[in-house]
């Protein structure tokens, strides 16, 4: 692998630029102390002007990161700089391509540890961690106005599993158009109702025939 190096203030730092990293390609670096990388930019920056502060990066003014100038070297926060690139970069079709991929590769990857043993097991615990001191709050029932206590952060909107399902049907999204059996007239149902009937009228009739032995049509 190609390999280029600049000496700086005693030490060497290296380059790769056929490295598939873009790190590896654009900045020079040596393994400094205790096996910690340094970064020539940084090192410039710092013997010229001082400490980097906290949360910032050294940043490369015209766009070179080969242009290690002080005087083309400037701080910059962390998060606005990496918006700043993530821009740049997204900005050319074949980055953004391999980007999408390596993306598309990662949620298969994520979706297979979730779906395996231990990452139900660990959802399983975390879920259980989550409920851990979690304070009741007071909420008014938005079916029948009874006060209630919960734990359900902000989900929690009715007091009992019968308002709940009580709520659904008032709202109709489960409402399907069907025919009556007995005289053909349409009527509403919720699809989950076993109703074959338009009203009392013709369910008294269906039922004389069913214990009649005639059998309805429809």
């Given amino acids: 692998m190609q390999k280029e190096t600049v000496e700086f203030n005693g030490l060497t730092y290296s380059r790769y630029p056929d490295s598939p990293r873009r790190d590896c390609q654009v900045y020079f670096r040596t393994h400094g102390f205790a096996g910690r990388p340094r970064f020539l930019h940084r090192d410039i920056y710092e013997a010229t002007h001082g400490p980097i502060p906290a949360g910032h990066v050294v940043h490369h003014v015209d766009g070179n990161p080969l242009n290690n100038d002080p005087s083309n070297l400037a701080t910059m926060?962390?998060?606005?700089?990496?918006?700043?690139?993530?821009?740049?970069?997204?900005?050319?079709?074949?980055?953004?391509?391999?980007?999408?991929?390596?993306?598309?590769?990662?949620?298969e990857k994520a979706n297979e540890w979730h779906r395996s043993d231990a990452g139900r097991q660990w959802?399983?615990?975390?879920?259980?961690?989550?409920?851990?001191?979690?304070?009741?709050?007071?909420?008014?029932?938005?079916?029948?106005?009874?006060?209630?206590?919960?734990?359900?952060?902000?989900?929690?909107?009715?007091?009992?599993?019968?308002?709940?399902?009580?709520?659904r049907r008032a709202s109709g999204v489960d409402n399907v158009q069907r025919e009556c059996c007995i005289c053909g007239a349409a009527f509403t149902a919720s699809k989950y109702d076993r109703v074959r009937t338009c009203?009392?009228?013709?369910?008294?009739?269906?039922?004389d025939q069913t214990r009649a032995g005639l059998q309805p049509h429809g």
Avoid at 199 to 207: I, L, N, S
């Fill in 77 to 107: 926060c962390m998060r606005k700089h990496s918006g700043m690139h993530t821009s740049e970069l997204m900005a050319d079709p074949e980055l953004r391509a391999r980007a999408r991929g390596f993306m598309d590769a990662a949620r």
């Fill in 123 to 167: 959802h399983a615990e975390h879920g259980r961690e989550t409920w851990v001191d979690r304070k009741p709050m007071a909420k008014v029932c938005e079916q029948c106005g009874a006060g209630y206590e919960t734990r359900d952060r902000g989900v929690s909107k009715f007091c009992s599993n019968n308002c709940k399902s009580a709520a």
């Fill in 199 to 207: 009203g009392r009228v013709c369910g008294k009739r269906r039922a």
